[in-house]
């Protein structure tokens, strides 16, 4: 799938997210969203709501999915330093994805 779910990184972009100007949307992501019938207020749902998997790779990404909508989010920007995410101001919405 795309990681474990984390509660701390969950909490951190909850957190984030309860203040739209923390959450910047990408070119790509408004683009997906038009397609696959999302809107803000969808993708602003599934951050405060959603668990956060990961992060994934080299740390900066991770898949936020909300089940009562049906959607996964690509946030970046995470840019933490291990496991503490209270520094944590501001999330770049890179995708967003139907869920099954």
């Given at each position: 799938m795309f990681g474990q779910v984390n509660p701390k990184l969950t909490k951190a972009i909850r957190r984030i997210a309860r203040d739209?100007?923390?959450?910047?949307?990408?070119?790509?992501?408004e683009d997906r969203m038009e397609?696959?019938?999302f809107d803000h207020t969808d993708v602003s749902t599934c951050l405060r709501r959603g668990a956060a998997h990961g992060p994934e790779g080299d740390g900066d990404r991770?898949?936020?999915v909300y089940l009562g909508l049906h959607v996964r989010v690509v946030v970046s920007g995470l840019h933490a330093g291990g496991d503490d995410w209270s520094a944590l101001?501001?999330?770049f919405v890179e995708t967003v994805i139907r869920g099954d």
């Open positions: 739209d100007s923390n959450v910047v949307f990408r070119d790509h992501a397609e696959r019938g991770c898949h936020v101001e501001k999330v």
